[in-house]
Each structure stands twice: as structure tokens, then as C-alpha cells.
């Protein structure tokens, strides 16, 4: 499971055409974390790209079933009320990546049922055998 950098619009549309372009997808989980942390003594501010995402994908694609995107250096994420997708907005414009879950949507789009996220850079894998409802982020629980 090896990652691939996306580097502009040819990379883009090598993981649409890879995905189906998302056609009968879902964003099943999302992990979000950021570069700082807190010791007794201090905050350390991290490696310059503070806040990152990776979100699980799973469609109906038979070539590829499901997807990981890893979002570096992310600057705005707006979480609608996620479910099936029928069409993404996937652009790279300005040094910045956009991918929304919808088609046609533009960043600052602040409607409830539209996600998406804004970053410098993102990275795809194939993790097709990571189909079904088991969690992979990590279990719900104390600890």
C-alpha cells in the first residue's frame, strides 16, 4: 500500500479514472491531527504542515474498491453531513488542491450537505481490500 503524491491536474485525473470518479462512493471515516503538541514544559509547533487528514473511501468501482486520501498542510475543511457520492469536485489551482464531495462546488461553500477540504498537498493509495464496516481508524471505547 504505497502512496502516491499527486503533483497537479494529470495526477488528478489518473486517481479519478482509478476511483470512477468517485460515482457511488463514500466517505466512510476521516482522521484528522495536527503538528503541535503539549509536554510539561512547552508546545512544539510541529514540521510546518500542522494540520493533516487522511479519509477512507469506499465505492462500488470494481478495479479499485476503495481509496485513502492523506492531506497535507490542509488550510480549511468544511464537514457537511457526509453520505453517498455521486460526483467530486477535484481541482488544483494556486499551489492549492480542492476536493469536495460534490460537483461544481467552489471553496467557502458553507452548505450543510457539501464536504470539503483545501490543502497543499495530497497523497492516494489503493487499500481496496479494506472494504466492509470494520473500523480502521481506530475503536470507540475507554481506554
Keep these: 500500500m504505497e502512496w ?13 479514472t482509478n476511483f470512477g470518479y468517485f460515482h457511488d462512493s463514500c466517505l466512510k471515516e476521516m482522521i484528522m491531527w495536527s503538528g503541535f503538541h503539549v509536554n510539561e514544559e512547552t ?7 500542522p494540520n493533516n487528514v487522511r479519509i477512507l ?12 486520501l492523506l492531506f497535507e498542510g490542509v488550510e480549511e475543511l468544511h464537514l457537511g453531513n457526509a453520505g453517498f ?5 477535484f481541482t488544483y489551482q494556486d499551489g492549492m488542491f480542492f476536493w469536495a464531495d460534490l460537483y461544481g462546488v467552489k471553496r467557502n461553500d458553507n452548505r450543510k450537505d457539501v464536504t470539503w477540504i483545501a490543502s497543499k498537498n495530497i497523497k492516494w493509495r489503493d487499500v481496496s481490500r479494506w472494504m466492509g464496516d470494520t473500523r480502521r481508524y481506530g475503536e470507540l471505547g475507554s481506554s
Excluded: C, P, W
Design 85 to 89: 457520492i455521486y460526483d467530486v469536485t
Design 4 to 16: 502516491r503524491e499527486i503533483k497537479g491536474t494529470e495526477d488528478i485525473n489518473e486517481l479519478l
Design 57 to 68: 473511501f469506499q465505492g462500488h468501482y470494481k478495479e479499485t474498491s476503495a481509496i485513502e
Design 43 to 49: 508546545m512544539t509547533f510541529g514540521d510546518g504542515l
